[in-house]
């Protein structure tokens, strides 16, 4: 690193205007950015991370503005900047950005080559048969085979890791000094985040950029970043290299964040949650923005706005917490275990469900199959499944998108036709044709919680009708006065406000709208219920909550849960057992930290390397490891599903599973 920044912003101000009011989205914030490094920002959704790094390329809303301080670059203030005339001297060529939804980011009218063509021809004054060629050898550099086929294609018919890096290309087209990534893996899995985040480090290299990263997934942090920056309503109150933030925090906003991890709880326990929400920013803040939000606050953080207290050279932070006045604050734990290093191991032998002796099977899949397309082209889904579900636990599916996992989850509950095998419930068969009766029964005890809770609510109507559905189609209550305390009943089980029946989903946050999808399904009174990828949307601290209130739930109602996610590190945390799922088989099954300390297939082996791991030397360190089913030679030895070990189950050739009972043993 140079000691000249290459980027220098001091005491941003961004101001929006809403209807007659002005919300301070930015406030008084600074950043200096050197010369190839990877920075990253970090923060809960609304913390100002994207509107900050929008300020270098001048993308803000119409209804936003700078309204003070500096940003220069290369002896140009580009806080100044007014028009697009300006702007197109460094937006694309100079500073890029890579955008968070690919699929929003693409037209999905135009090819895709011509999109990336466009970008060359209209950055680089290059035209026709040149801008084509380069257009076709960035497909190339940012790893997409067969450019020539690709580049005739449309968005729709690539994949959202294939997307992902059409829009890297377009971005890195001009060849940038620095390139912004906005979340630019969130809606990816794990398997295809960590070939994304190696293609982004090896461009960083060859085109010698410098990047920054804005993300709430800590673990893609403690992967790429040198240096970290915390930003919490509008203001950067933490910043530091990689080792300094992880391993010795000092904002009690820090703290918190990397206590709400999954991966440094401990199993049977709470995680820690961040109470209360932030700060409406219409209003004017006084004292420390996160006081409100901090059990052990100190007096003068209500009064007064604490000044940057450096800690090294290089680590600075924004809290009183470091004068030398303030009493001292111990750490919490979870810092001290990243240092230590992280495990989430129970502190105690805790007895799974499956493992009682009186324990009882709450449903039973067997050689399900699920096809879809007509008989001349068919499509398998979900191919010959068999698994159980004992009463009281929750048994992961975990695997990556298109792997079966959710048509798996809604052909349980009826919502997808299955094409073969059974599924029992309570020993009852109950897919293909049943009775009214039976399918009433299992629509009232089996329920789901859904991926999107955007998508899965009907923005139209009032959350006291949304979560009422059920009881409105199965006439579950006996009067209004009935209907609407068990609205409430559910409500405030969920954590949220009785008075809040009368608002509309889009007032909510992301993890509100979701705890409104858990109380749809709870009211029902439900024992099983399906949560498919219930927090793969959310910050880090809302991901806490909804994880601590779904395990309360199954505690209080002693209910049973399948739990979909694409995150090993996530359900090592939440689930007794995991089922490893592959292109519609289950190829691994086994009790969780079995399966972590013995992983035998070697795609149970893949997800693990790819599952992102808080801790920087770790991840720093970690192998990626490649799953090519071409490995696997069945022509002659056949595969067969066996139990290697009690309880622990692997899909392989007799060859294979000799192998992997060695491995065990």
Sequence with gaps: MTKEPILSAKDVEV???LRGNYLRAIRKCSLDLYDGETLAIVGESGSGKSVFTKCFVGMLDKNGKVTGGSILYEGNDLAKYKTEKEWRQIRGKKIAMVMQDPMTSLNPLKKIGKQIQETIELNQGIHGAEAKKQALRLLQTVGIHDPEKRFDQYPHEFSGGMRQRVVIAIAIACKPQILICDEPTTALDVTVQAQILDLIRSLQ???????????????????????VAVMYAGQ???IGKIDEVFYDARHPYAWALLSALPQLGVKGETLPTIDGTPPNLFNEIKGD????????????????????????????????YLDPRAPHMEQPKSIQKLRDGSDNRPAQKIVHPHE???????????????????????????????????????????GESGSGKTTIGRSILRMVPTSGGDVLYRGTKINGKISK????????????????PMASLNERAKVDYIVSEGLYNFHLYKDEAEREEKVQQALREVGLLPEFASRFPHEFS???????????????????????????ALDVSIRAQVLNLLNDLKAKRDLTYLFIAHDLSVVRFISDR?????????????????????????YTRALLSAAPNPDPEIEKQKKLLVYDPLMHDYTQDKPFWEEVCKGHFVYGNRREIEGYRRAVH
């Design 356 to 398: 009682k002796p009186d324990r009882e099977v709450l449903l039973e899949v067997k050689d399900l199959e699920v096809k879809f397309g007509n008989k001349r082209h068919p499509f398998v889904a979900v191919n010959r499944v068999s698994f159980q579900v004992f009463k009281g636990e929750t048994l992961a599916l975990v």
């Design 289 to 320: 923005a996160f006081a409100p939000r901090n059990r052990h606050a100190l007096q003068i953080d209500f009064l007064e706005e604490p000044p940057f207290f450096d800690v090294t050279p290089t680590h600075k932070a924004k809290t009183w």
């Design 510 to 536: 992301g993890g509100q709208r979701q705890r409104i999808g858990i109380a749809r399904a709870l009211i029902m009174e439900p024992e099983f219920i399906v949560a498919d990828e219930p927090i793969s």
């Design 205 to 227: 290299k060859e085109l010698h950029m410098t990047i920054i990263y804005i993300t709430h997934d800590l673990g893609v942090v403690a992967n790429v970043a040198d240096r």
């Design 437 to 452: 009766s039976l399918n009433e029964k299992i629509i009232r005890n089996c329920q789901m919680i859904f991926q999107d």
């Design 578 to 602: 995991i089922a490893v799922i592959y292109r519609g088989q289950i190829v691994e099954l086994a009790e969780a930290e079995e399966l972590f300390l013995h992983p035998l297939h070697p």
């Design 236 to 238: 950067i109150v933490e």
């Design 15 to 17: 101001q929006f205007s």
